[in-house]
């Protein structure tokens, strides 16, 4: 049986290459248990990524095998307007006994332009690409 974390990262990487935020509702508690970056408020999973993927056109992502309980993330994305971005980040979790998330706390950088994760990044869990069919 996978670890909550494990669980975690899966239900992330699926919502973020599906671009289906209901997806993450198995692996939280309900409400306002994400910090997505150190300066914003609590906020609900599930609303946060349907915000972060709303101008997203494309995107190819990657989940680190989980260390502990946090994992580390890499994406290269492209938004409605063309921009392309690169953020690498990490997310610091806490679950309850159930196996649910109870606090996450994402720290993260951003870059222009698509840069992959560098030589010796991982081991990768999960790596896929979200790009809709027009």
Known sequence: ???????????????WTEHDPSLLASVYVDGPVQ?????????EPQR???WAFSDE???????A????????WWAISRTDDGAVVTLA?????????????VD???????RR????????WGPVAFHGSYAPSR
Do not use: H, N, T
């Open 57 to 63: 056109e494309a995107a190819e992502v990657w989940f």
């Open 1 to 15: 049986m996978a670890l909550p974390v494990e669980q975690w990262a899966e239900a992330w990487f699926r919502a």
């Open 104 to 110: 996450q706390r994402d720290y993260w950088s951003e």
């Open 65 to 72: 095998e989980p260390r502990g309980e946090a994992c580390e």
């Open 35 to 43: 910090r997505p970056s150190p300066f914003r408020e609590l906020d």
């Open 48 to 50: 946060y990524a349907a």
């Open 113 to 120: 332009g698509a840069l992959e994760p560098p030589v010796g």
């Open 89 to 101: 980040g990490v997310s610091l979790l806490r679950f309850d006994a159930e196996g649910r998330c």
